[in-house]
């Protein structure tokens, strides 16, 4: 009994620690302009776009996250071998790793840049000056939490996985639930919020990002304060939410069933977010109303 | 990606390239294979030098499959590359019971046989029909596994499978073997497997666009390839006395430095403009 | 030559019928190495061990090739509202949903072989449902735009008309339902196979250790970690390869796209199999 509980108290903290890696992430990588959207942030200059946003092309953001990660548990994993305590332990491996991706974005924001000279994109210094560090700051956190709720799994709730191992399955996670609900967002309504609201960006107006702000010409940094508004929050409660069923359904109903209690729940909970998205769905088609022609 | 990926003709053909690079890697993972072999500690800083070898190499191959356009991102390619690399890296160090001195040579020949069939599965049964496709997954595959082999060296000084399976304690006269802490028991590997996988299609990928010019592409591979020595020096305390890791994470520090202040004076002579603070004058205003 | 013109058009999702069978072939010769190896000893478990355990991986393997094609992605124009999927790539999307059913289905390796695998495919498929829900709530109140398919008229599970909810001048956007059960089936399947290659090399590893002489409580953490990475390694292989099938972006089951698994899973049913075997012999008593 006290390991159920136990088991949920430790549930329950690595759920919310995740809701706060998603949420850093997801502003993270908006700040810096990775993954998807980082696409048109390249193609704007090509097309005549002179812009001043941090192009942070380091792959996309499951394998970065899943390397950041990854190599924090890395490097705790090895302090807490030397017998250092655990939670400065976590806090090295997280220093080092934030320090590796603040190398990789300025990297990344040289090499793009320099490599569009042809269409006269400057390479602007006090952007990597003052971008790199707000990103380097994002990340930090939700490496932190990411790690320490790796740590919990592998200490409190005895997961086989060695801790570098759990930092892969965990930090790719991350990645792409982060990526998935977070890019859209950022995507069509800061880097587009020119267009229409509520249709999809026409393809003919690639590349026309948003460039000016209220004081002139805007960098990326805006992206924290506006990611934080619905696309941070709904990343966090992603990632919050599919670390906590995957750990609830497991130390709650384990023992039942020989196990099978846990895939009962498992099955059923993922029915109720099919039909949670169903009334998602249909509540757009309702209160939106088909597209119509321009009167 | 709406990204134009254009073939940069001029510089250092590739093949002359991959030979620097396989030999710099060879040599530098002999080096280590034979002071480990000696009982010296003290020259696994050779594993990183061997990676920054092999990620030359594995960084023009890269560049080559791509400009043919692949359908999707260059990342892919890393993930494949260190994903068949670690397989056949774990099989040549099993191969050391033979002999330490044949696992580089055994890792590459084992992991460009798996990468050819795997190049050979991507050009016919998937039909990609792309010229280099089946020769650039399987010097992929090679430098996936020469590359972990490189880091792998750095952190615990050993390529061999046993040594990188257990620690090895003497106590009160009893030799005991412990599995759970060891380089792939506690998955360090997971660290050197990733390190490598984003340190392979960084610059290309870094480095896209129209006026990417090759010594700048190669001057940020040696780069990355210090980055990753950095963070393996450090788990290195774990496994190697301190002097030795101190030794790699000094070199590792000095070369990383070195690389990268090269870097970013390339990246300034080659951009359209250095500016601090200063807007951007635009065609429309 | 630029890097979406990828291939040229007509040809493109064409079986290859010669090349299948050699690679078929391919895999039966691998198939029988195994059975040969550990007839002769060299790996434990005597003959039918390794042959079992190389097929169960071929199997894991083919079964992550065709849930890979079930996931919806839209790359780069979903990130702008311009196509339906998830705006982020293939392999790394299916290979996140994968690793998240292996979590679950290794924590449920020691209740036994039916409980892990289905453990490992409700966390894959588990982790799906919730991104996609999110990633639906986050086009309609946050962007205010409906789910659409631009590739037919109607959503063939609810019957939805998707035609008049495509924003002008885009191929779709959000996720429809079909799109939506296509995660959840993909990230099932790739659980599920990635579970088993895991579970296989798992119980191999445990039996060969007595005869290399590796015993004692760490044994059991060192096979995890050769299993795992192995798993991790072969999931990144094979989904890759299924990446370069889609070759891009692909809405779901309902995607013409679609009708080109049985490529994939031929190329992965090989792939996996010189894989597998290598990763055998990697505890080979020499």
Known sequence: MQEIIIGIGVTALAGALAAVAGAAEDTESNIGSQGDPNSQVQLAPQMGYTHRIYNKAVSGEPPAYTLWVTLACGVAWAFLMMNVNAVLAIIFGTVLATFVQGIYATTAYLGRTASLSKFGQPVFIDVLKSVTTVTMGHAFVAIFTTVTACYLMSTMLHHPFALPLLGIVWGLALGAAGSATGNPYYGKERQYQNQKFGAGVPISASGNIVRYAEAGQRS????????????????????????????????LFEQVAGGWGAVIVGVIIILVFMIIDRYVEKWARKNYGPYTAEA | MSVKVEASHDGIPHNKVMGMGLILALVSLYIAVAASYAGIQYLAFFGGIAAVGALIWGN?????????????????????????????????????????????????????????????????VLNMKIPVMTRSIAELAAVGCLALMGLTVVATGHVTFAEITSINFEFLGVSMNFYDVSYIGAGIIAVSFMLGAIALQHPFNACLGPGENQDRINMLTIECGFLSMIVMAVISFAFVNSIAAWISLIIALIGW????????????????????????????? | MSAIAA??????????PVASVIAIILAIIFIGVAYFLGNSGILAGGAMLPAQTLVGIIVGAALIAFGVHFVPVGGAPAAMGQSPGI????????????????????????????????????????????????????????????AASGKVEKDPITGDSQAAYKSQGTEGHGLPFISYVGGVIGGLFGGLGGTLIYIELLDFYNASFPALNIAGEGASALAVGLAGIFAIGMFLVIAVLSAYNI???????????????PRAIVAAICASGICGLVALLVVAIL
Not at chain 1, 233 to 245: D, E, K, R, T
Request: hydrophobic share 50%.
């Open chain 1, 220 to 251: 990326s940094i805006d992206n924290g304060f506006f990611t934080a508004k619905l696309g941070g929050p709904a990343s966090g409660l992603c990632f919050g939410l599919i670390v906590f069923f995957e750990l609830w359904r497991t130390v």
């Open chain 2, 60 to 124: 023009s191959t890269i560049k080559k499959l791509c400009s043919y356009g692949i359908g999707t991102g260059v990342p892919s390619a890393g993930m494949l590359a260190f994903g068949s690399g670690v397989i056949a890296m774990l099989f040549a160090a099993k191969l050391a019971v033979i002999s330490p001195f044949i696992v580089p040579i055994a890792g590459l020949i084992i992991a460009l046989i798996v990468g050819l069939i795997l190049g050979w599965i991507t050009n016919s």
């Open chain 2, 257 to 285: 430095y070195w690389s990268y202040k090269k870097y970013f004076a390339l990246s300034k002579r080659d951009a359209a403009a250095w500016l601090d603070a200063k807007p951007f004058s635009d065609a429309e205003e």
């Open chain 3, 7 to 16: 291939k040229p058009g007509a040809n493109a999702g064409a079986f290859q």
């Open chain 3, 87 to 146: 705006a982020t790539g293939v392999a790394m999307l299916a290979t996140g949903a994968g690793l998240a059913g292996l979590f679950g289905g290794a924590w449920a390796a020691s209740l036994g072989f039916g409980v892990a695998l289905a453990g490992g495919a409700i966390g894959g498929g588990l982790m799906m449902a919730i991104t996609c829900l999110m990633v639906n709530i986050s086009y309609v109140y946050g962007m205010g735009i409906p």
């Open chain 3, 247 to 261: 070759t891009g972006t692909i809405e779901g089951p309902h995607d013409p796209k679609f009708k080109r698994f």
